[in-house]
Every structure is written in C-alpha cells, then in structure tokens.
Nanobody, 127 residues
Framework: QVQVVESGGGLVQAGGSLSVSCEVS????????MGWFRQAPGKEREFVSA????????YYADSVKGRFTISRDNAKNTVYLQMNKLKPEDTAVYYC????????????????????WGQGTQVTVSS
C-alpha cells in the first residue's frame, strides 16, 4: 500500500519563500508521477505542479510558473516543491498525490488522475 505524507509549510510574508516535501512509502517513488495540488477555503482543489517518473519532465500551473520549482529525489522517495515570491493568493492547503500511470502531459494536470493522496499541509502567506 502506498502512503503519501507531506511536511513543511507554515506562515510566511508575501515575497518570501517556503518549501514543502512529500515522502512516499510502500513503493519506490521512482515508479510514480507526483503532483502537488492546493485548496483554498471555499474553492476547488487546483493543480499546482507535477513531475514525471523521469524527472526531466515537469509541469506547472500558469499561476505559479517561474515562482515554484518541483523536484524529486528517488533515493529518498521524496518530492519537493520550492515556492518563491509567494503571494497571499498562494495561501491554501497543499496536497501531494501519486499516480503510477505514464501518459501525456495533460493527464498530470487532472485531479482524478492520481490514486494516492496525502493529508495536506497548510501554507499561509500574509500580506
């Protein structure tokens, strides 16, 4: 059974940086594409970023492109999301997710493409 656990997050001022991590256990992370989603109060859960099983392919929502960087360390079964130049609108619960399927890029933007989810970690950006 695959377990996904996020860590990091917290409170930061606008313009600051924060990093969240996601550790996958049960199966080696190299077999899964990993995604980050976020959900703000009263809003739908939205795609943030994803990284393919081969770490050379990464994907970003337009709202975070150029500010966020996703990476993975397969030896540690961990995926990272480095968030720079944070804005108050980035405030949300950030969820990590995993899918074993290989597909075209558009597949990884879709919430229902992922089989395993973490419990989420809160990121709050103050203005």
């Amino acid at each position: 059974q695959v377990q996904v656990v996020e860590s990091g997050g917290g409170l930061v001022q606008a313009g600051g940086s924060l990093s969240v991590s996601c550790e996958v256990s049960g199966r080696t992370v190299v077999r899964y594409a990993m995604g980050w989603f976020r959900q703000a109060p009263g809003k739908e859960r939205e795609f943030v970023s994803a990284i393919h099983q081969s770490a050379g392919r990464t994907y970003y929502a337009d709202s975070v492109k150029g500010r966020f960087t996703i990476s993975r360390d397969n030896a540690k079964n961990t995926v990272y999301l480095q968030m720079n130049k944070l804005k108050p609108e980035d405030t949300a619960v950030y969820y990590c997710a995993a899918t074993p399927r290989y597909s075209s890029s558009s597949y990884y933007y879709i919430r229902d493409s992922y089989d395993y989810w973490g419990q989420g970690t809160q990121v709050t950006v103050s203005s």
